[in-house]
């Protein structure tokens, strides 16, 4: 059975097939942050190619929260018509479309401790490597204004049409500096333990569900800092459980990041941390990590529990990746009546 073309829903947004685009940033939006014919044009093809739910790229909530100088932007209406015409263009060809919004913290490259009035913010002065500024340590009041950057991203995203919001609180950027160990050594409310460390995703949170309308909030997490003393799985699971009552509906399940460590990746990699997650909390997961063939794709449904199944590398190479897995996996679909022929 092609588990993967099965229909999902995800609260009350209903899936065509379980294969999700992971977010994966491009680089090439100009340094104003604003979407391009490219960006457009890179995500409706995976749309046309039968992907059930696309996630956009990284998309910052401030200018200093941008992990490159040329990251997609959402800290201004300004960006909403942009954003809007990827989200039409994508729902034009049969997919739903989710945003991830993210805040790069001590990760972003875009400057160095002060440039242009911009500071590099972190909940701790820890600077990720050798190489990188030490950041300011963020004050109450400015966790207060990046919770608040949150919420008007989230509300920004909901005009532009977007049906999922993803919260970015994985691979050592802002929100996952807070929930690690690792890179938090705060001693007030938002440091030490995890009730602690997880404060500001609960917070950023509640800002997020107060204007998206209903609709399904996902948070991708690092299920594994890869680093002795860092945060595990089990971890993970035990911060999520204490801020699931806000309105998680899903959790994106990654690793890694949070440190200069390099892991060891194999395909299905994120699986295992996937089933913990979901086994510990209760909520449904996507997860992935180099899968690459229609078989791999349908066993993470199939065999492995999980609800969805991520795919990155593999779909910046096979935007039709959904439609061939489809006839691989003899599964009944919708194909676009101009590519019939090669599909019969």
């Known amino acids: 059975m092609a588990h993967l073309f099965s229909k999902y829903t995800i609260k009350n947004l209903e899936l065509k097939n379980r294969l999700v685009m992971a977010p994966m940033c491009l680089f090439c939006a100009p340094e104003t942050g604003t979407v391009t014919d490219f960006h457009i044009m890179h995500y409706a093809a995976r749309a046309l190619g039968g992907t ?31 954003l809007k015409k990827i989200a039409d263009a994508v729902h034009e060809y049969g997919s739903k479309i989710a945003l991830q919004i993210g805040h790069a913290g001590r990760k972003s490259r875009v400057h160095g401790t002060r440039v242009c009035g ?33 919420r008007l991203a989230a509300a920004r995203a909901d005009k532009a049409g977007f049906d999922m919001i993803q919260i970015h609180a994985a691979h050592g950027y802002l929100l996952s500096e807070f929930l690690s160990p690792l890179t938090n050594k705060r001693s007030d409310e938002y440091g030490g333990n995890p009730e602690n460390r997880v ?35 089990e971890d993970v699971a035990l911060m999520l459980n204490i801020v699931k009552h806000k309105g998680i509906d899903s959790v994106n399940v990654s690793t890694g990041g949070t440190v200069n460590v390099t892991p060891n990746t194999f395909p299905g990699y994120q699986i295992p941390h996937a089933k913990v997650i979901r086994e510990h909390t209760g909520l449904p997961a996507a997860a992935g990590g180099l899968i690459v063939s229609a078989k791999a794709a349908n066993d993470v449904i199939a065999a492995d529990g999980i609800e969805q199944v991520y795919v990155g590398r593999e779909l910046l190479r096979n935007p039709y990746f959904a439609l061939n897995a489809a006839k691989e996996l003899k599964a009944d679909i919708e194909i676009p009546r101009q590519y019939m022929r090669a599909f019969v």
């Open 199 to 233: 404060r500001i995703l609960g917070e950023v949170l509640d800002a997020v569900k107060s204007v998206w309308n209903d609709k399904p909030i996902e948070v991708r997490v690092s299920a594994d800092d890869y680093a002795q003393g860092g945060n595990t799985a």
């Open 52 to 82: 059930g739910l696309i996630t956009v790229e990284a998309t910052a909530v401030s200018r200093e929260g941008r992990i490159s100088a040329n990251d997609l932007g959402i800290w201004s209406d300004d960006y909403i018509p942009g």
């Open 118 to 150: 911009i500071e590099l913010k972190a909940p701790s002065p820890i600077a990720f490597d050798e190489e990188s500024a030490v950041p300011k340590e963020m004050t109450k009041r400015d966790i207060k204004d990046t919770v608040e950057e949150f």
